[in-house]
């Protein structure tokens, strides 16, 4: 990595930490050249606004409960519900464990943080959120051509009703330790599904799984 790669580097992690720490809206530029520990003309050789620098920010953003196109393995499965689950819960769980994506959703969800954005980005989040409930319908219209989904649920409905707690779950728990919002994700989630499952779930439950 060259010099000017490593000062990039430096000046997108200051950018998020000062984020964090003041906000979107109050943290200068002066703030996150103090922060990375360069000056200010530093910070405008790679980025020539304020706006530039929050986008470069948030570009690594990965959206915890968009669970992509490639949805051969859940119908390859037995039981798709609670594939889907697991596959939510690992995905959240890595989105808490690594502090940039935990500090850009907690910039996201809580404060107002997303009405400090730039236009295009807020833009690029909601097709994120978009496009994330798109990919959870098209796994749950699996469970429900097999009449896993109680009678009166669609995938439309089961997929929101997912998005909607998830985010919920995050807006109150992210700014904790990853491992405090072990047994909360888990509750809602299995309540969810549980609730718009047509299937016995046994002896398996979430609720009694390590978090290690």
């Given at each position: 990595?060259?010099?000017?790669?490593?000062?990039?580097?430096?000046?997108?992690?200051?950018?998020?930490?000062?984020?964090?720490?003041?906000?979107?809206?109050?943290?200068?530029?002066?703030?996150?050249?103090?922060?990375?520990?360069?000056?200010?003309?530093?910070?405008?050789?790679h980025?020539?606004?304020?706006?530039?620098?929050?986008?470069?920010?948030?570009?690594?953003?990965?959206?915890?409960?968009?669970?992509?196109?490639?949805?051969?393995?859940?119908?390859?499965?037995?039981?798709?519900?609670?594939?889907?689950?697991?596959?939510?819960?690992?995905?959240?769980?890595?989105?808490?464990?690594?502090?940039?994506?935990?500090?850009?959703?907690?910039?996201?969800?809580?404060?107002?943080?997303?009405?400090?954005?730039?236009?295009?980005?807020?833009g690029?989040?909601?097709?994120?959120?978009?496009?994330?409930?798109?990919?959870?319908?098209?796994v749950?219209?699996?469970?429900?051509?097999?009449?896993?989904?109680?009678?009166?649920?669609t995938?439309?409905?089961?997929?929101?009703?997912?998005?909607?707690?998830?985010?919920?779950?995050?807006?109150?728990?992210?700014?904790q330790?990853?491992?405090?919002l072990?047994?909360?994700?888990?509750?809602?989630?299995?309540?969810?599904?549980?609730?718009?499952?047509?299937?016995?779930?046994?002896?398996?439950?979430?609720?009694?799984?390590?978090?290690?």
């Amino acid at each position: 990595m060259s010099r000017a790669e490593r000062t990039r580097a430096a000046l997108l992690d200051a950018a998020l930490a000062e984020f964090s720490r003041r906000g979107i809206r109050a943290a200068t530029l002066e703030d996150v050249a103090a922060c990375a520990n360069v000056t200010r003309g530093a910070v405008y050789w790679h980025f020539p606004d304020k706006a530039a620098l929050v986008r470069e920010v948030f570009n690594g953003l990965v959206w915890p409960f968009d669970v992509g196109t490639d949805i051969d393995v859940y119908r390859q499965s037995e039981n798709p519900i609670q594939l889907l689950q697991d596959v939510l819960w690992l995905q959240t769980r890595n989105c808490v464990e690594d502090i940039g994506q935990r500090r850009m959703m907690e910039l996201i969800l809580r404060h107002g943080g997303a009405s400090d954005l730039p236009k295009d980005l807020l833009g690029r989040l909601e097709r994120m959120a978009m496009l994330s409930i798109q990919s959870l319908t098209a796994v749950l219209n699996i469970p429900y051509q097999r009449g896993l989904l109680r009678r009166g649920l669609t995938p439309i409905d089961v997929a929101r009703c997912i998005h909607a707690t998830g985010l919920g779950i995050l807006v109150e728990n992210v700014h904790q330790l990853p491992h405090l919002l072990y047994r909360p994700f888990f509750l809602a989630l299995e309540l969810v599904l549980i609730g718009a499952s047509t299937q016995s779930r046994g002896n398996h439950s979430l609720l009694i799984c390590s978090s290690d």
